[in-house]
T-cell receptor, first 115, second 112 residues
Framework: DAGVIQSPRHEVTEMGQEVTLRCKPI?????LFWYRQTMMRGLELLIY????????DSGMPEDRFSAKMPNASFSTLKIQPSEPRDSAVYFC?????????????FGSGTRLTVV | GESVGLHLPTLSVQEGDNSIINCAYS??????FIWYKQESGKGPQFIID?????DKRQGQRVTVLLNKTVKHLSLQIAATQPGDSAVYFC???????????FGSGTRLSIRP
């Protein structure tokens, strides 16, 4: 298995532009998570899906952020418009369960820089 | 706010010695505690977890200890190797929240 695949690995964009991050979970994993990592705030859960349905989006910073999972093998995290404070590493993870005995498998992340 | 936190931001250990990474938590309702390892440029990697009704669990070269009386969790790495250099996160999961919450991380560096 190739693991969780994220693209792009690096993204540099100008403030105000739309940014789309992509994730392909491990086949058969029913749960998909989007995390953001910064030095100041560490690893924060933004949103997670179960069977393609968003379950908890309480970590999404504001309306500029949106996430979709149109099918079991693909998810996107979109930021529109992007701001410098959105600069971070964004991780996607997938799992057989929500946690509790089911470890999450993380992708390699997308490093986003907004200038 | 976070329900888990770490005592020390950095830990330096001689190669071959045992490493002990500590973590405090505040959520008494946590059902599982988990340790992740993150190497530079990579995503966090699951190491080991422990259910809240257990005190100890062992894996390959790693042992996790849970002291619910003082709400303390530790990860012990035996015979530390250069490949163990990474940031280690403790995390917790509760059935009520149904999501893993990460602590702030400890950087482990290995002296040759």
């Amino acid at each position: 298995d190739a693991g969780v695949i994220q693209s792009p690995r690096h993204e540099v964009t100008e403030m105000g532009q739309e940014v789309t991050l992509r994730c392909k979970p491990i086949s058969g994993h029913d749960y998909l998570f989007w995390y953001r990592q910064t030095m100041m705030r560490g690893l924060e859960l933004l949103i997670y899906f179960n069977n393609n349905v968003p379950i908890d989006d309480s970590g999404m910073p504001e309306d500029r952020f949106s996430a979709k999972m149109p099918n079991a093998s693909f998810s996107t995290l979109k930021i529109q418009p992007s701001e410098p404070r959105d600069s971070a590493v964004y991780f996607c993870a997938s799992s057989l369960g929500p946690g509790g005995g089911y470890g999450y498998t993380f992708g390699s992340g997308t490093r986003l820089t907004v200038v | 706010g976070e329900s888990v936190g770490l005592h020390l931001p950095t830990l330096s250990v001689q190669e071959g010695d045992n490493s002990i990474i500590n973590c405090a938590y505040s959520n008494s309702a946590s059902d599982y505690f988990i340790w992740y390892k993150q190497e530079s440029g990579k995503g966090p990697q699951f190491i080991i977890d422990i259910r809240s009704n257990m005190d100890k669990r062992q894996g390959q070269r790693v042992t996790v200890l849970l002291n619910k009386t003082v709400k303390h969790l530790s990860l012990q790495i035996a015979a530390t190797q250069p490949g163990d250099s990474a940031v280690y996160f403790c995390a917790d999961w509760s059935s009520s929240a149904s999501k893993i919450i990460f602590g702030s991380g400890t950087r482990l560096s290995i002296r040759p």
